[in-house]
């Protein structure tokens, strides 16, 4: 989750290149500011991590928050529809 600042052009730039780096690391956008990825372990999640606050803007806000797969799975949907996407997949094998 990140919430950066965006009022001058210089901000705008370190905004999208940081957005860059989420979808160059594999993340996919879950919500507005809010992105996901499947990580094989935790210490693989902690490198990502640590890639990830090397990238980032020094203004603004940016969290991260780790969930094994079944509480992730164990997200429910109030309003609106989940999006199909074979990179968000529970599914073990994927075939492209």
């Known amino acids: 989750?990140?919430?950066?600042?965006?009022?001058?052009?210089?901000?705008k730039r370190l905004y999208r290149k940081f957005r860059?780096?989420?979808?160059?690391?594999?993340?996919?956008?879950?919500?507005?500011s809010i992105y996901s990825r499947v990580c094989v372990n935790k210490k693989s999640a902690t490198y990502l991590e640590q890639k990830l606050a090397k990238a980032a803007p020094e203004n603004g806000q940016i969290q991260s928050l780790m969930l094994t797969e079944k509480q992730y799975n164990d997200m429910h949907f109030i309003t609106?529809?989940?999006?199909?996407?074979?990179?968000?997949s529970a599914e073990r094998t994927i075939i492209l």
């Open 20 to 32: 860059k780096k989420l979808i160059t690391e594999g993340f996919i956008m879950i919500q507005y």
């Open 80 to 88: 609106g529809q989940p999006v199909k996407d074979v990179r968000n």
């Open 1 to 11: 989750m990140f919430d950066l600042p965006t009022e001058t052009s210089e901000e």
